[in-house]
């Protein structure tokens, strides 16, 4: 019996799932492994240390992703459960993909990969990405489409990560050039290759309500809270990660503020916008982020806090509607002023503070835990050197253009594949509503006498 185009979507997610996490099951019982337990006092007070120093800042880590993302992308008002299960269905797929190919890239001898809570900590930045990339077209891709996008920008992220980082040798241990400003490219280009030229008009299930509003400004003030830890916990333990602490609460309690103030400035009656609140609040910890353990003034950070929530205001009020009418291009969650506008800013700011540099503070220049290969505990010095403070203020340049060229050239090919129509991306009125994957008691009441017959129908059948 044929499946009905309903039911068909649901049916392929767990296939592809179910042989994602097999496949998955087999490759650790063939490759992964532990390291063996040691009877020495000095490699177990060192694997003491390191779990010690990491996991609280993972933990922290967590609570961003898993609850604070997850509730800044339920501004949907009829979305709010695909958002949050979306959004931790591909934090964990991300991260198994990226384990897996890390390990076979960097970590891969006599046949094994040894696995610890650094190289674990390492694939959860990668699958931050993912996270990031997918607000641009949150609500009108189905799962699968979701997955899929998944699979292909992990590998691009390493691969990129590994030409900025090891190639360049770019300072950025916060993830501003690596993580912010690729994903937003990435998510960018796969919009636009997604739904190509036409011009998306504003859907009915698309505008924000009170309580959704108020959920995703939770989601915020949790992101807030935590953003520290993400910026700092891969800088060498001491003042380097002490001085990346201090200066991204910095900028973000500035953001918070310049947000309020540019928001009032900008909208009717002086009234503040949920978005903006919700947005240029974290806007200083995205551009902090790339000169978080530089020897940079506290004023420093003060700026950079206030002109990235500046710009991420701005970006929401006029930038994103500019891009929709003359590139027709779809950012459903604003990730372009959240993550590439600021992320732009703080890496100018990274050449600028390298060029600045005096040669009395060589002493203090920024070092961090190795991103890719190597062991939890080597940490990677990058001193100026012999390229010296022009050759890095030109290395930090030449990152951030690669992160954009990659990552939209590889968007634009991602996006073209999601148009296959195996994947089951869902028609324009069945959009940003959790019945098409969700059974909801009482959904068919909850439609309302607009709705459609095709909407209704779906309901009524979730229901039986």
């Not at 890239?105 to 674990?120: A, E, N, V």
């Amino acid at each position: 019996m044929a499946v009905p185009p309903s039911t068909y979507p649901r049916r392929l997610l767990p296939l592809f799932l179910g042989l994602f996490q097999s496949a998955l099951l087999l490759f650790f019982a063939l490759f992964i492994t532990y390291d063996e337990p040691s009877a020495q006092a000095e490699n177990t007070n060192l694997v003491a240390n390191q779990v010690y120093s990491i996991f609280p800042f993972f933990q922290d880590i967590q609570v961003m992703l898993v609850v604070g993302l997850g509730l800044l992308l339920t501004f949907l008002p009829r979305y709010g459960f695909s958002s949050l299960t979306h959004n931790f269905l591909l934090l964990n797929f991300s991260m198994q993909w990226a384990l897996v190919l890390q390990g076979l890239l960097h970590h891969f001898h006599h046949g094994q990969i040894h696995l610890d809570l650094h190289k674990l900590l390492i694939s959860e930045f990668a699958a931050v990405t993912v996270l990031i990339s997918v607000g641009a077209i949150l609500g009108r891709a189905s799962p699968c489409q979701l997955l899929v996008m998944a699979t292909c920008e992990i590998p691009t992220y390493l691969a990129s990560e590994w030409v900025i980082v090891t190639c360049l040798g770019v300072l950025d241990v916060g993830g501003t050039i690596t993580i912010h400003i690729f994903s937003c490219y990435f998510g960018l280009g796969v919009s636009k290759a997604l739904f190509r030229a036409t011009q998306q008009p504003l859907h009915p299930k698309e505008t924000p309500t009170p309580s959704s509003d108020f959920m995703s400004l939770v989601g915020t003030l949790i992101l807030w809270v935590f953003w520290p830890s993400f910026v700092a916990v891969l800088c060498q333990p001491g003042d380097s990660q002490h001085r990346a602490i201090l200066n991204t609460l910095l900028a973000m309690s500035a953001s918070a503020i310049t947000t309020v103030v540019a928001s009032s400035l900008l909208e009717r009656d002086s009234k503040l916008s949920p978005g903006h609140l919700q947005n240029g609040s974290l806007a200083g910890g995205v551009a902090i982020g790339v000169v978080a353990d530089m020897a940079v003034p506290p004023v420093a950070a003060l700026a950079l806090g206030s002109l990235s929530a500046v710009v991420c205001v701005f970006g929401f009020r006029f930038l994103t509607p500019l891009l929709g009418r003359k590139l027709t291009l779809l950012d459903q969650c604003g990730i372009h002023n959240l993550h590439g506008l600021p992320g732009i800013l703080g890496a100018t700011a990274s050449v600028v503070a390298v060029l600045v540099a005096s040669k009395d503070t060589t002493g203090s220049q920024p070092s961090q835990l190795s991103p890719a290969g190597g062991n939890a505990s080597e940490v990677v010095e990058r001193p100026w050197g012999s390229r010296g403070v022009g050759g890095q203020a030109l290395c930090q340049a030449a990152g951030l253009a690669v992160a954009i060229g990659a990552s939209l050239l590889a968007g634009l090919l991602t996006g073209a594949a999601l148009r296959l129509p195996c994947l089951a991306r869902p028609p324009e009125r069945l959009c940003f509503d959790d019945s098409l994957y969700f059974k909801i008691q009482d959904q068919a009441e909850s439609l309302g006498p607009d709705s459609s017959a095709e909407e209704r129908a779906l309901a009524l059948k979730e229901q039986v």
